[in-house]
């Protein structure tokens, strides 16, 4: 027992370290458990951090549930067992001048709970999402510059470092330059793949091959202008990142990349007609594709053009009119005028030249775009003899990025 609780404190003082390292702070003195005081229902705890004293109320049955304790756990993988919500605590105390809470149940099992672990989850999260815990930069055509990052190839495929500080980036605005990629195909599938697997979809397994073909099944594979939109809203489960590998690019000033940062775009029109947002925001709508490319497929599904987590804060935009479909929900059939207005002001805002940016990709570039986010488009381009522009895509899955970037994070604590 004493070597268990050893190792507890131990794990706690480091992460401990690691949450004063996150905060920034130079602050020695990590704070303590001033004062325990039992209810019939759960711990009143006292903290002191940093002068501060403030009093958190958790029942006993969280407790328990998030106990420390490896003993207390069924396997390695740290599965949870469930507890009756009734459950009581018969004793409690402090040990370590207030570094950590020390409790006895029922069956006399003990558990603690250093001081850094109620720090980090006694006032509950900010988020109800799977993000990484990085502040979102929301840029516009003239911070564009100063805000899209730029990486080397090699770099990302041999550094962890690197590609995490890629990912978080990704992350916070969305969108990733890659340079010196080189022209060889299935370079964007070999950068992809340090991260995770490739997400299959209807157009390819791992990588899709945009060229212009004739009777395309999609704008993609042919040489008129594509608009800003997201990538397959009409699927379920939507790709989450899109790598676009230039390798063949066409002369002159055609061919160039559009995008505009959907949750800036969304949060403007949130300013400026709340009526319209709250009509994109509630309501889903049809998107649909079918086609006969890659594989026969149809698909379809409803969503929210701008999709908000419970505390209302944007998680998603789903936007293509390409495939747009015509069935609306019951309940705005009524309303389909105002549906209509609204959704014009936001593909409208889209295209304001306070967020609409344009550049050309060279060969050997790979842009990185977060799909849930990003709406990203191309000009049109002329078709001639010598005329070839050839770039490939891949998709990925935000959760395997994600699952990487804290695999790398927990490396280097």
């Known amino acids: 027992m004493a070597l268990l609780r050893s190792t507890i404190l131990q794990r706690g003082r480091t992460m401990l370290t690691a949450f004063y390292r996150r905060l920034g702070s130079n602050y020695k003195d990590p704070g303590r458990i001033s004062c325990v005081d039992m209810t019939d229902s759960g711990l009143l705890i006292q903290l002191n951090v940093n002068g501060s004293e403030k009093t958190h109320k958790l029942p006993y049955v969280y407790l328990r549930d998030n106990s420390q304790n490896p003993d207390l756990l069924t396997h390695s993988r740290q599965d949870r067992h469930l507890f009756d919500a009734n459950i009581q605590a018969t004793n409690v105390q402090t040990s370590d001048h207030g570094q950590q809470l020390i409790i006895t149940w029922p069956d006399e099992r003990v558990s603690y709970y250093p001081l850094s672990w109620l720090l980090q989850h006694l006032s509950g999260s900010s988020t109800i999402s799977g993000r990484l815990p990085v502040e979102r930069e929301l840029w516009t055509n003239n911070s564009f510059e100063s805000t899209l990052m730029k990486y080397d ?33 299935r370079r964007a599938l070999s950068l992809s793949d340090r991260i995770a697997y490739p997400k299959p979809v209807v157009y390819g397994y791992d990588v899709m091959k945009l060229e212009v073909k004739p009777n395309a099944s999609s704008l993609a594979y042919t040489n008129v202008q594509i608009p800003l939109h997201t990538d397959m809203p009409y699927c379920e489960y939507v790709p989450g990142i899109l790598f676009l590998h230039c390798i063949h690019q066409v002369k002159g000033d055609g061919g160039r990349t559009m995008c505009s940062d959907g949750f800036h775009v ?42 908000l987590d419970c505390m209302g804060d ?16 019951s309940e705005l059939m009524d309303r389909l005028y105002d549906w209509y207005d609204a959704y014009y002001k936001f593909s409208h805002l889209m295209y304001d030249p306070k967020y609409l940016v344009e550049f050309k990709l060279q060969p050997g570039q790979i842009a990185m775009f977060d799909n849930t986010r990003i709406l990203h488009g191309r000009s049109r381009f002329d078709l001639g003899e010598g005329v070839y522009r050839y770039l490939e895509e891949v998709y990925l899955d935000w959760d395997e990025a994600r699952s990487k970037a804290r695999v790398i994070m927990g490396k280097n604590n």
């Open 153 to 185: 190839f090699d770099d990302l495929m041999s550094s962890d470092s690197r590609l995490l500080d890629c990912l978080i980036k990704l992350e916070s605005c969305g969108i990733i330059l890659v340079e010196n990629a080189g022209l060889e195909p």
């Open 266 to 307: 969304a949060e403007e029109l949130r300013i400026r007609s709340p009526s319209a947002f709250e009509m994109l925001s509630r309501y889903p709508i049809q998107f649909g594709d079918a086609a006969d490319d890659y594989v026969g497929h149809n698909i379809d599904a409803m969503q929210k053009p701008i999709r």
């Open 314 to 329: 944007i998680v998603a935009i789903r936007h293509n009119n390409g495939v747009r479909g015509s069935r609306f929900p």
